[in-house]
């Protein structure tokens, strides 16, 4: 299971990168292997503003429909497009290509609030038990 070290994470398996005052999200390595198989992805609509722990997207898969939360507040920017037709590329790549959406960051707060690789690698380990 992969876990990068300059990514945040929350509890709810989803992670984030930060570059300036937008962050890009998606879901972890060890959300998409619990997924299995993933079929079809509910993005959400760009210029929605969303608190932290808001439901913003559904990732659906052979196995389960899963909702996807907003790790932080702030005001959708952009969202992969390329996942409507290929949204696999989360099993394939959760980390770069299977990106979800990026999201301009009104809290900082919200991103001390996060799990550090450490952290998240630890609370992975205490769910496969």
């Known amino acids: 299971m992969a876990v990068p070290n300059d990514l945040y ?3 709810t398996h989803e992670w984030l990168r930060i570059d300036d005052n937008e962050a890009v999200v998606g879901i972890t390595d060890f959300a ?7 079929t079809f992805v509910e993005l959400p609509d760009v210029g929605r503003e969303v608190e932290a722990g808001d439901e913003v997207a559904v990732v659906e898969s052979v196995k389960a429909a899963s ?6 507040a702030g005001t959708i920017t952009e969202v992969n497009s390329d996942l409507e ?13 299977g990106w979800l959406f990026k999201i301009e960051v009104r809290k900082e707060e919200d991103v001390d609030n996060l799990l550090s690789a450490e952290e998240y690698a630890e609370l992975c380990d205490e769910e496969e038990e």
Do not use: C, G, K, R
């Open 32 to 38: 998409q292997s619990q997924l299995s198989d993933i």
């Open 85 to 97: 037709d290929s949204p696999d590329m989360i099993n394939a790549s959760p980390y770069e290509a």
């Open 67 to 72: 909702d996807i939360y907003a790790p932080v």
């Open 9 to 11: 994470y929350a509890t």
